[in-house]
């Protein structure tokens, strides 16, 4: 998890609100990466590890507001490929980062950098719901709309 020292910059928020836990997967990030951003298993690096890469299938609807943050949305599957299920990143924050600096306490500042080797939850049910603000989508959220994944960054596109 990297932080973002500059303060205006935004990422996205995310939370495994209602995610059959079934599996998790550790991602090795090719690229710099937010929250709630929708991944696919990649090549094998190391015991549990594997390289993240685009997502073959996802499709997902915007079903609510959220509740984390005053503009962050919650997401229901609606299809993947259940051989390559679409993988949901959700790395905790570690708040001790930030102890010496009470500016740096906002979740939008930080991201996950390239290299990290990050916790992914398997989507593999179409009643999974998520939660990413809005800074995890391309597009302007609302609900009733359809989403998929950007390829490369993981993020949201609406419509």
Do not use: W
């Not at 500059?6 to 990466?33: D, E």
């Not at 993988?87 to 906002?106: G, H, P, Q």
């Amino acid at each position: 998890m990297a932080l973002d020292l500059n303060l205006n910059n935004t990422h996205a928020v995310a939370f495994p609100s209602k995610i059959h836990v079934g599996h998790l997967v550790n991602l090795v990030l090719q690229q710099n990466t937010d929250n709630g951003a929708i991944r696919g298993l990649g090549d094998y690096v190391s015991f549990d590890n594997y390289k993240d890469t685009d997502v073959t299938t996802f499709e997902g609807k915007i079903i609510d507001k959220g509740t984390r943050t005053n503009n962050s949305y919650y997401v229901r599957v609606t299809n993947f490929d259940p051989k390559n299920p679409p993988l949901f990143v959700c790395e905790v924050i570690d708040n001790a980062m930030t102890n010496y600096d009470s500016r740096f306490k906002d979740d939008k500042l930080f991201y996950n950098a390239k290299g990290d080797v990050v916790r992914a939850y398997v989507l593999d049910s179409v009643v999974d719901v998520f939660e990413v603000s809005a800074e995890g989508f391309v597009g302007t959220p609302a609900v009733g709309a359809t989403v998929t994944a950007q390829k490369n960054t993981g993020k949201l596109v609406v419509g």
